[in-house]
Structure formats: C-alpha cells, structure tokens
C-alpha cells in the first residue's frame, strides 16, 4: 500500500435513551497497523467500529483518518472496507460481481472491474470460484469473498466486525491467519474486533482491552498477557488463579514464595494475587500441604488441579510428560515462580 | 421528510381501512322509521330466529372442524415426521393443494360426493365439516409445520419411548404441549375460515351465517351489515388473542398468514 | 426384500390413512369429477362442453374477470408494499404493528361477504358517505349502481388484495437484510444506488410473484362479488353461479363444468408461473 494513513478515535462517547455504549473512548492507530478491539459483548468495540465507518453517530467525540475530521463525511464516501460477521455478501449477484459491487459504485468500467475483481480473488485464493453464487460457498469462503470486496476498492481502512465469529473452530484459525497475511502484504491500517481473545492475541499488532464503553488497555500481545494493568484485563485475557497474598514494601509473599509486583497492585496489606496456571510449580511432597484433586489432559499441555490446606483450589499448567506423575489424591507442595502478578483487592474469591 | 411522508400515508391507509367499518357501525345502529339511533340490528342477531339459527350452525360447524382438522392433522404430521418421512413431501402437497384449487371449483364437483355424504349422514349442515375440514389444511397445516419445526421432534419422541411412554401418551402428553402455539394458531384461524366461508354453503344449500347474511341483505340491509362487521370484530379479536398468546414467535407475520400462495380469500 | 420395505412403508403409512381419505374424498375427486364432466358427456369425449367457453357470454365474462383480476393485482400489489414498507418500519413487537397485521388478515382471508356489505354501508345507495356527500353536494354518489357492477367490484377487490399483499410481502421486506444495505452503504453506494443495485433486484422477483398471487386469488374469489351483485354475471364465478342455479336452461350444469375447468387452468398456469419465478430467488430472503 502506498500511504498507509492514521486513525484517530477522540473521546467517542454513545449515549443509547440510559445506555452508555461508549464512555470517552480513544484509540490512535498507527499508519500499516492492526489493532484488535476485544471485550464481551455491550462492551461497545462494535459500535466504536460502526462509529468509525460512518454507521452510527457519536453522541460526541471526533473521528479523524489521516488527520482529517470525517465528522460531516457520510458513510458511503468515507472509504473503508468493512466486512461483517456474516450475511452480507449479496445474494444475487456471483462472486465476481460482488467483489466488483463498490466498484461498480465508482463507475470503474466494466473490464478494469472485473480485471481488479479477479486479482482480488486471487489474493484470497478463490479465483476459480468466481462464478459461483453466494448459497454454493461454504462459511470460510463467503469470509474470504466478502474481504476481497471489501479490498477491492482501495480502501485506506479496513474494518473486521468479528469476521469469524459465525465460523467452525478449525475454519476460523485458518482464515484468522490469512487474514493476517493479506493485511500484512497490503500493509493496510486495520481495526478487527472480537471477543475471542486467543483471536485477538494472535492477529493483532496491538491489543486494546474494553469493558463498559472504556478502554482498560492497549498494547502489544505479550504485554497485554504478561503485565495486564488492570484486573478485568487479567482475568479476561488468559487464565488466572486467585490466591491470598500479602503484599509489603519489597513485592507479594505468595503461598510462601517471593513474587513481584506489577503497577495497578494493591499497595500493602492483604490482597489476591492473579497468578498463570504456567508460572504454578508443582512438586510431589510426602510433606507437602497441598493436594492433587484432578488432571486434565489437553495434548501437548496438562492441567493440574491441587486444593491447599485452606481449601483454596490452584490449577497449574504443566508439559504434559511432567503431568504424567501425578494422580488425584497425590500429596504436592505449591510453589510460585517469580513472575510478576497483579495483585488486586478482595476478601476471598467466591470460586478461583 | 421521511417522517412526515410516513404519517401521511398511514393517515390515508387508515381512513381508507378504517372508514367502511365505521359506515357499517353507523348503517348498523341507524334507525330507518324514527331517525337517531337504535340497537334493533344488532339485538336481532340473537331475535331473529332464522338469523340466530345461522349462527349457532356457523359457530357448530367452526368447532367440528376444528375438532376434524386437529383430530386428523396432527397425528399425521407427527407421524409423517417421526415414521413416514417418505409421505412429508406429498402430504405437503396435499395440504397446500386446497389453495390452489378454488372453493368454487370444490363446490361444483361436489355434488355427486355430498349425494353419498347425505345418504349416510343426514341432512344437517354439519356435513359441511368434511369440505371444510379440507379447506383449513393449509392454514393449520403451516402453522402446525412451523411449531413442530421450532422443537426436536424426534429426541423428544425418542426420549418419552424409552421412558416406557407408549404412541398415545407420547403425542398427547409429550408433544402436543409442546406445540401448543402452533395448535392454537391453526384452531383460530380455522374459525375465522368457517365462519366466512361463503362459496361451498351457498351454493350448497345450507344455511350458515353467511349465507344468511346475503339473504337477510335485500330485505333488512341494517341487520345485515351488524352481522357482517361482528363477524369482521369476532375475527380481528380471535387474531389479536393468538397473536398476544404467541408473543414469543419472531416473526409475527407467520403466525396469522397464509402460505404464500393464491385463493388465500376464503370465498 | 423388496417385499418386506413395502410391507413396512404399508405398515408405516397406515396412520396416514384418515389424512389421505379425507382429501382424496373431498377434493381429489370434486377436482377430478369436474375435469371429467367438462370434457366427457354421455360417456364420450364431447369437446360440446368445451366450446361453449367460447361463447360470447363466456368470453366476456372471462375478459371481465382478466380485467378485474389483473387490475386489482396491480392496485393491490403497489399499494400493499407501499403499506408493507410503512408497517416494516415499525418496530417488531409494537401493538400497531399486531393490530394492523391482525386486521390485514381479518380482510384478506376471511372477509368474503362481510366486505361486500362494508362498502354497501358505505357507498351504496344508503351508504353513509353517499349520505354525507348528497348533504353537502347534492351529487349522488352511489347514483349510476356502479358498486354492482365492475368498477364497484374492482374497488371493493382492493379492499381485500391490498391487505393480501401485505401478508405476502412483508417476510419479503423484512428478508431484506440490514447488512446488505450497510454493505453496500460501505462499499460507496448512495441511496438511489442500493437501491437499484441491491434492494430492487432482491425484492423484484418477490413483488412479482406476488402480482401474480393476487391475481390468482381474485381470479377465484367469489362471495364478495356473489353478495354485492345479486343479478347478472359479468365475471366468471358469478356464471358459474348462474349456471349452476339456473333452471330456465337445461344441461346447463355441463356448462359449469366446463367454466370450472378454465377455472383451474387458469389459477394453475398463474401458479406455475409464480413457482418457476419465485423458487430460486425465494431463498435469498429467507
């Protein structure tokens, strides 16, 4: 892509009668990145997507492309590919007709459409395909015909409204990393939003976290894993164990062992730590004081779930041939290894 | 612009819709000796006798058809689906095919059928319960199709029978609550049909509301009218009922619609 | 083997038989007797039946009906999706939504006779509007008896088909998915775009097909015209009355036989028609 251009979300808020879809919301997207909106659902990363493609109106806040305010810019002249969760590809035309449809609305000439078309289809590798109509695809290829429509006018943004929600589990990975690679040798400004964060993590440049209309965090994958900076992030991005731990000057006393702190933490006193099952030691102890209650085979990895002495429940995740020795009913000791955890305020957990 | 555009048309829809019916509550209460306003029309409804007759015949022959297309249609659909699938095709056919088939043409090769039917039965008009039995199917037919569709017909089959339900428990206590809605829907709408149903009992020879209403018409054209638009309100309130009953259905078209095919009048 | 399958389908259709019985009885043969009688009299093929079709009587009576069938489609059809289109805008569960779909139905499937005297208490010779408007003007409204005659018949037809058009229409309309028109709103269209490109050509095959329903189900209707017009027979259905209730004519009764078989014909080559148009296409807006 020749110029790849910057997106700016400023201060979007979307007011619903009572409901705040969107509460002072900001995103930067820096030109050629990809950025993943994630959170559940009515976190409002589909409306600020909608808000950016001119479907829906902020309440108040500003959206610029490339520096320009597209405030007074209707939706059909704001030049954005979008592509839907599914459905939206039009029924009666082919393949090739869809892909050409916004070119048509350009007034692009019949043989440069189609030429166009073709090349797009051959990006997504459904050329052979181009005369088929919509019922005559499976679920992955109508995905990938509705991205090449939405490439095939240039656009300076492309936006991907959870392209692979509606999609089976094996399809989905696949068609996540094509995307990925299409957008990469495009080099397009792009927003993917979804609640998968598995999804998420593994498509994005960026990550930026939502809950309630806010932006809880944005950054790149392994930082959104390893350092969340707020405890929904923790929890919603991976797994967590919720253990008691103490917090003093020099970091966190957990189940016996030093761990650090990341910012965001309680400061001192009492508090649960959010530890990943992977930072979680397992060692078989005569003496130990905790006790193997189940393990849970997941092909290369295992989960080991433990109960301590207080009853609270630990799950650590394991190479699946160290797994092997453990048997529920095995006495272990736990320990945790020095990874940074936020530790958040709480009397203890309804359940870990 | 939009806006206004809608309200004008919905005004004009309206007045176009709405007006005859309210010249029929004025023709119907309007007092032709004295001038001013009376009820005579309508308390006729019940007065008259040949009128009332009508509609205790009418309102027999709605329940008896209910009954019939009930009695026959649902074992057969659930049956069709559980045991016979091969049949679903052709009993679809079947119960669409009344549409396509207009009431007068039913009527005309009638005859010879109704000779035997009167032969055996008698000469009530509730002999009419058969033809109008056929009438309803595709009504009934769609919506009982569209309830059985909404469950799982066959794992709720299933589970009753190897729970040591026998066919009789299974579909009455088993399935028909389950479809309830779609029972309801079918048994409304088959009224409202055999209570306007006109073709195939006038030129039968019966004496159903309808056909009352036209032959009272010449002579005591308010009566006429009374009857005719509580038959209109008796019909728009079943309808309103079924369609708060079944509030939960998506599309609220289905519920009260007719397969999209022609004849839909009953005429 | 093949013996033990069709002793099992036997054995399996047996419950269906009270279905199958009811049917057969009571409108395969009804069909069939007609089809017959018109085309065989005196236990020979008589094509006699036939011909009188083509009587002028028959012939105008057809025109007439063609006429009326066709003009009320098309009334029926335009403004029934202008109405369709203002009740799709309304949202799903509202009361006006319900009540103006329960009344569509009243008038469109069961109204028959009802809506005869519905427009006799309103433009008929004591009608209410003719009664207004004689105060006021002086003209009559209902003067020349145009409501029994053709003109009249189209009017009240219109009271049922545009309703008729609405029920059909409307899942037609509310196929039409809101992800098409933000689609294309995305890919560049303007509103006079989408809807040319996308919304028309989806929609299309639908309002044709349902032209052609409404048509059928005038063509076939007969308990409006049969109360509103107590003499004469301008269009098919009230001949066929004529015919069958008529006693100054002898064999007449042949000659309904033969009205009912064009009857058929005629509904069912429009409803071919209305399959071929419609079977693909229908899927689109499931």
């Given amino acids: 892509m020749s110029n790849p251009v910057a997106v700016d979300l400023e201060n979007l808020t979307r007011v619903y009668g009572t409901v705040k879809a969107l509460d002072g919301f900001s995103l930067h997207i820096e030109p050629g990145e990809l950025v993943a909106l994630l959170g559940p659902s009515g976190c409002g990363k589909t409306t600020a997507m909608r808000i950016l493609a001119g479907l829906d109106e902020a309440t108040s806040g500003t959206v610029r492309v490339d520096g320009r305010d597209l405030g007074a810019v209707p939706a059909n002249k704001r030049d954005m590919g979008m592509v839907f969760q599914a459905y939206s590809l039009f029924p009666h035309l082919n393949v090739l007709d869809n892909v050409a449809f916004g070119l048509k609305m350009r007034g692009v000439g019949r043989a440069e459409r189609q030429a166009r078309a073709d090349e797009m289809l051959e990006l997504v590798g459904l050329a052979a395909h181009r005369h088929k109509y919509v019922d005559e695809l499976s679920g992955g290829q109508q995905q990938r015909v509705a991205l090449a429509r939405a490439l095939a006018i240039r656009p300076r943004v492309l936006l991907l409204d959870e392209p692979l929600s509606a999609l089976d589990a094996k399809v989905r990975a696949q068609l996540r990393d094509e995307i990925r690679r299409v957008q990469l040798e495009i080099g397009i400004t792009t927003l993917f939003v979804t609640h998968d964060q598995e999804e998420a993590l593994a498509v994005a440049d960026r990550v930026g976290v939502m809950n309630a209309g806010r932006l809880e965090q944005l950054a790149a994958p392994a930082e959104l894993y390893a350092r969340p900076a707020t405890p929904f992030v923790a929890e919603f991005v991976g797994l967590s164990n919720r253990l008691p731990a103490l917090v003093n000057g020099a970091g966190a006393r957990v189940l016996g062992c030093a761990v650090p702190t990341l910012p965001g933490s309680v400061p001192s006193g009492a508090g649960l730590a959010l530890v990943r099952p992977e930072a979680v030691v397992v060692k078989a102890d005569e003496q130990g004081a905790a006790t193997v209650t189940s393990v849970m085979f997941l092909g290369p990895n295992s989960r080991v779930y433990a109960r301590l002495a207080d009853g609270t429940q630990v799950q650590a995740q394991l190479a699946s041939a160290e797994a092997r020795a453990f048997r529920p009913g095995d006495p272990v000791s736990i320990a945790i290894e020095p990874v940074p955890v936020l530790v958040v305020p709480g009397p203890a957990p309804a359940r870990t | 612009m939009t806006r206004v555009l809608r309200a004008v048309l919905w005004l004009v829809f309206g007045l176009f819709f709405l007006f005859p019916l309210y010249a029929m509550a004025d023709f119907a209460t309007r007092d032709l000796v004295h001038g001013g306003r009376t009820l005579r029309a309508w308390q006729n409804l019940v007065a008259d006798d040949a009128l009332f007759r009508a509609i205790l015949v009418s309102l027999g022959l709605a329940v008896l058809t209910v009954a019939a297309m009930l009695a026959v249609l649902v074992p057969t659909m659930i049956w069709v689906r559980l045991r016979a699938g091969w049949a679903r095709n052709l009993v679809e056919f079947l119960c669409l095919l009344p549409l396509t088939i207009p009431a007068l043409v039913i009527v005309v090769g009638l005859r010879n059928v109704y000779l035997w039917v009167t032969y055996l039965l008698g000469e009530s008009p509730l002999t009419l319960t058969f033809v109008y039995t056929v009438l309803v199917l595709p009504f009934a037919y769609r919506a009982i199709d569209a309830a059985l569709g909404a469950i799982d017909l066959r794992t709720l089959a299933e589970a009753a029978r190897s729970l040591g339900a026998g066919w009789i428990t299974t579909i009455f206590r088993v399935i028909v609550p389950n479809i309830w809605s779609g029972i309801l829907s079918a048994a409304f709408i088959s009224i409202a049909v055999v209570l306007g149903e006109y073709t195939i009992a006038s030129l039968s020879g019966y004496q159903t509301l309808p056909v009352q209403i036209v032959l009272i018409g010449k002579s005591d054209g308010p009566t006429s009218v009374a009857a005719s638009l509580a038959t209109l309100l008796f019909g728009f309130v079943l309808l309103m009922i079924l369609a708060l009953v079944t509030r939960r259905r998506r599309r609220t078209v289905a519920a009260t619609t007719v397969p999209t095919t022609p004849t839909g009048v009953r005429t | ?286």
């Fill in chain 3, 1 to 286: 083997m093949a013996g033990r399958s069709v002793g099992r389908r036997l054995a399996d259709g047996a419950p269906l038989l009270p279905f199958f019985a009811l049917v057969v009885i009571f409108l395969l043969i009804p069909t069939g007797t007609v089809v017959v009688n018109a085309l065989f009299a005196d236990g020979g093929f008589s094509p006699a039946r036939l011909g009188a079709l083509f009587s002028s009587t028959a012939l105008t009576a057809l025109w007439r009906s063609v006429l009326l069938s066709g003009a009320t489609a098309l009334i029926g059809a335009v403004f029934g999706a202008v109405l369709a289109w203002l009740i799709a805008a309304r949202p799903p569960e509202s009361m006006v939504r319900r009540g103006v779909l329960a009344l569509c139905s009243v008038l469109a499937q069961f109204g028959g006779v009802a809506l005869a005297f519905a427009f006799l208490a309103t433009v008929g010779l004591n009608g209410v509007l003719t009664l207004w408007v004689q105060q006021l003007t002086g003209f009559n409204l209902a003067g020349s008896g145009w409501l029994y005659a053709l003109p009249g018949l189209i009017l009240v037809y219109s009271y049922f088909q545009i309703p008729l058009m609405v029920i059909v229409f409307l899942p037609a309309l509310e196929g039409l998915r809101r992800q098409w028109r933000e689609a294309a709103v995305s890919l560049g269209a303007s509103g006079r775009q989408y809807w040319r490109e996308v919304a028309v050509p989806l929609l299309g095959p639908a309002f044709l097909g349902s032209v052609l329903l409404l048509f059928a189900n005038a063509f076939a209707a007969y308990a409006t015209a049969a109360a509103l017009v107590s003499q004469g027979s301008p269009i098919v259905p009230l001949l066929i009355r004529t015919a069958l209730t008529s006693e100054v004519v002898l064999g007449q009764s042949g000659f309904a036989y033969a009205l009912a078989l064009e009857m058929i014909v005629v509904v069912a080559v429009v409803m071919v028609a209305y399959n071929a148009l419609v079977r693909r296409t229908a899927r689109w807006l499931r």
